[in-house]
């Protein structure tokens, strides 16, 4: 013989069952829009071997900057910067939203408790002459708490966990982009202090030249156009050391910004030339590197809350069911409250069936629907914009090494010349003319110098950020 389930446990089964069904579409990752691997660069000289193995994600900053003076900066940073404070009160704001939305799928139950004291005139009372009417309550109450059917409640939950996930992955983004913001402003500061101090020093150097020019011009070793040459080059000099203290100075401001707070001179670098902040990085594959990073997590995060959006878009053309209930003691007088016979109880169900509505329930469905398509848009441009950040940064990569070899080769070189001509110049044998050129060629190559010291170091960093790297601790 068969088991017979009765028809009691029928219906709260059918309701359990029913209400943890959605109307959302299932959820499918979109293709990435990008080639499969990074772009081909080409370089005269053949890369250092990566230091690790590990991709950039799982690289810890604190790890992957090795100078003990940037990874307490950037500790720093991260414990005052307003950006990323910022960042972080949204989540937290997300998060309560996401409660309070997943509050909705359990009733709210409410104690209550009231009286009524009512005077009655004679002419109202039944009984020909007035009267005090007293009535006295305490209970448990639930009101309008939805069934959820069709998965309304639950759709509207899961798209606001999905916000919740992507504000999250928003922080982690921030992060990152401090931290490289950071580490790029302290290597901004140690190169203009380099710069200063070679300028400081071609300004001494200048004038000691000048003082010379003008005591063989005293004795006729020297003419008018050498002694006024050498005097432009002291101006010059005197010049780029203001352009430079200047530029100090406004570096300086700028990390002490994006820190959030004042950086201890102890912290600060007094040049860039004996800098090894950073290590080498691997670069991957584009799909395991991408699709890890925070901004991207963030889009597609977005893309499923659209997603859930649809499903309850989808649910609001069915019939929503509410029900409110209370049960308690009811008395006329306050001592009687809780004898026996004074138990009250109410049980509302309401239903409501969308029939006309001009329209609108069909209108927000198709707007849940464009808003998907816009999220997968901006989730695809969010990889595609990905893609060119990394092949960018490797095809800079591919070439700073080699830079950086000639530009030092050109400042050995322009060293050699000024030697030179300036010896030729004090045995007569070239003018002063020489000298100058000499100067300026070799000044030049040494700025030029500390300028691809910083382009190496800085891309190493941005390398790092669009790898993903940074989020780690």
């Known amino acids: 013989m068969k088991p017979v389930?009765?028809?009691r446990f029928l219906v709260p089964g059918l309701l359990l069952i029913l209400s943890g069904c959605t109307m959302a579409p299932s959820y499918t990752r979109p293709g990435a829009p990008v080639p499969t691997d990074w772009p081909a660069t080409s370089s005269a000289t053949t890369p250092a071997a990566p230091t690790t193995t590990k991709s950039a994600a799982d690289i810890p900053w604190r790890e992957f900057f090795t100078a003990p003076q940037v990874r307490q900066v950037i500790e720093l940073a991260l414990n005052n910067n307003r950006d990323l404070r910022v960042a972080a009160l949204n989540i937290d704001k997300t998060r309560a939203q996401y409660q309070i939305q997943r509050a909705d799928l359990f009733p709210q139950i409410d104690g209550t408790a009231g009286a009524s004291i009512q005077r009655l005139p004679a002419d109202l009372s039944g009984t020909g002459q007035s009267r005090i009417a007293r009535q006295y309550s305490v209970g448990l109450g639930i009101s309008s708490y939805e069934l959820d059917l069709f998965g309304r409640v639950r759709s509207l939950k899961e798209q606001a966990l999905e916000q919740y996930l992507a504000t999250e992955e928003a922080r982690r983004a921030v992060q990152i982009s401090l931290i490289a913001e950071v580490a790029n402003a302290w290597l901004t500061l140690a190169a203009d202090r380099e710069r200063l101090q070679l300028a400081q020093e071609t300004l001494v150097s200048q004038q000691e030249s000048y003082r010379l020019i003008q005591r063989r011009y005293e004795v006729g070793a020297s003419s008018q156009l050498d002694l006024s040459q050498a005097r432009t080059?002291?101006?010059a000099a005197r010049g780029d050391s203001a352009l430079y203290t200047s530029r100090v100075a406004q570096s300086r401001n700028a990390l002490t910004l994006l820190v959030g707070a004042t950086v201890p001179e102890e912290?600060?670098?007094?040049?860039?030339?004996?800098?090894?902040a950073v290590q080498e990085l691997p670069a991957g594959v584009p799909?395991?590197?991408l699709l890890?990073?925070?901004?991207i997590l963030q889009a597609e995060h977005r893309l499923k809350s659209a997603s859930a959006n649809i499903g309850a878009a989808r649910a609001a053309f069915f019939p929503r069911i509410g029900l409110s209930a209370s049960f308690g003691t009811a008395s006329a007088k306050l001592t009687d409250l809780f004898q026996p016979g004074s138990a009250a109880w109410s049980f509302v169900p309401q239903i409501s069936v969308p029939l006309f509505d001009t329209g609108a329930n069909l209108a927000g469905l198709d707007v849940s629907k464009a808003e998907r398509d816009i999220a997968v848009a901006q989730y695809e441009k969010a990889i595609q914009t990905a893609f060119r950040e990394v092949a960018d940064t490797l095809a800079n990569n591919a070439t700073l090494d080699e830079q950086l070899a000639a530009q030092q080769a050109l400042t050995d070189a322009a060293a050699d010349s000024y030697r030179l001509s300036e010896a030729r110049y004090t045995r007569g044998v070239d003018s002063y003319l020489t000298v100058l050129d000499s100067q300026r060629s070799t000044y030049s190559a040494q700025q030029n110098l500390i300028s691809v010291r910083l382009a190496r170091l800085a891309n190493q960093v941005t390398l790092y950020k669009?790898?993903?790297?940074g989020a780690a601790q």
């Open 292 to 295: 890890r990073r925070p901004d």
């Open 233 to 235: 080059r002291v101006e």
């Open 267 to 276: 912290l600060l670098p007094t040049a860039l030339g004996a800098v090894t």
């Open 466 to 469: 669009v790898l993903g790297g």
């Open 287 to 289: 799909s395991d590197v």
């Open 5 to 7: 389930v009765s028809p």
